[in-house]
């Protein structure tokens, strides 16, 4: 019977969803937006995409995010998936970076909704999103021009950038480790930590592994393809193992987590002047 092929998303979720988003609203807005010159401008022609991206619906959405549906019905859905608050939610990665950075890169931004909170904080910053699916950096690309935030947006894959060595501040990844598989997850830290200057910050903000794995029916209902392996894993672990030190994940509320990780310093710069001297930072006495 058709019924029972329904996914959970499908009989639970997508009908909240529907009463809860303006129908009228998104109508009016994609037919404000050039969606054609749009994706033909963003679209890299280079860029290959993978297979678990081509393949996977994600969150009951067919096609994954290469549609304009998706991108259009992205920020409506999330604002109610992430208590208790988006704002806060997000705030929680924007508020963990130290210092000043100059460059700062979002890895998988959708539709910027991160990527332009961190150029608010830092405003004198060069920011810039990164995203596989074209129509999701139209719509971010839209947000910032609305909001007259000069963000850099470019369609490319997290795990082999093509951008410069050693160039970032700070990189980041919001909810994207959750929609690719743990071997994707490992090959965009290590991209992250080759884009990162040393001492440069990683920041992860995703689904709490600890939180999923208590809580089986979260991810049931939640159409993720990878989130039940992403759930098994460990993104302290997968830091580490991309050379990370410093790594650390707090809970934000109880259904996210926020990992942070430090790119090494050279072994001459590490806590000069600034007092962090620690016992792993000393070097080891050499045999005369
Ligand atoms: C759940 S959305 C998160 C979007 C945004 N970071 C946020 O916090 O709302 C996941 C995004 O990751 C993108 N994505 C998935 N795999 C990617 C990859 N290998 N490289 C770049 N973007 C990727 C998708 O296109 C999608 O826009």
Redesign the pocket.
């Known amino acids: 019977m058709a019924a029972q092929s329904k996914t959970l998303f499908e009989q639970f979720l997508a009908p909240i969803f529907s009463h809860l988003i303006d129908r009228d609203a998104l109508v009016r807005l994609r037919d404000r937006i050039d969606w054609e010159t749009g994706v033909a401008e963003f679209t890299n022609p280079q860029v290959v995409y993978?297979n678990y991206?081509k393949t996977s619906n994600f969150h009951g959405i067919k096609n994954g995010?290469l549609n304009i549906d998706a991108a259009l019905t992205?920020d409506p859905i999330?604002q109610y998936v992430l208590p208790p608050g988006e704002t806060w939610v997000r705030e929680s990665l924007v508020k963990a970076i130290k210092g000043e950075p100059r460059r700062l890169l979002?890895?998988?931004?959708?539709?910027g909704?991160?990527t332009l909170m961190l150029k608010r904080r830092f405003a004198s910053a060069e920011v810039i999103g990164?995203?596989?699916?074209p129509q999701?950096l139209v719509m971010a690309d839209y947000k910032a021009r609305e909001a007259s935030l000069d963000v850099t947006f470019r369609h490319?894959?997290?795990?082999a950038t093509g951008l410069p060595a050693a160039s970032f501040d700070v990189v980041c990844a919001?909810?994207?480790f959750h929609?690719?598989p743990p071997a994707?997850a490992k090959t965009?830290l290590s991209e992250a930590f080759r884009l990162l200057t040393p001492g440069g910050q990683m920041l992860v903000l995703d689904g709490n592994q600890r939180a999923l794995r208590a809580t089986d029916w979260l991810s049931n209902i939640f159409e993720e393809p990878f989130i039940r392996d992403y759930s098994q894993g460990n993104v302290d672990a997968w830091l580490g193992y991309a050379g990370f030190e410093r790594v650390r994940t707090e809970d934000v509320f109880w259904l996210n987590q926020l990992s942070y990780g430090r790119k090494p310093l050279p072994v001459v710069e590490r806590g000069e002047g600034r007092g962090e001297v620690g016992v792993g930072d000393l070097p080891m006495p050499q045999p005369a």
């Open positions: 993978p991206y995010y992205y999330t979002d890895l998988g931004c959708g539709t909704t991160t990164l995203d596989l699916s999701m490319g894959n997290a795990m919001t909810l994207l929609e690719t994707v965009i």
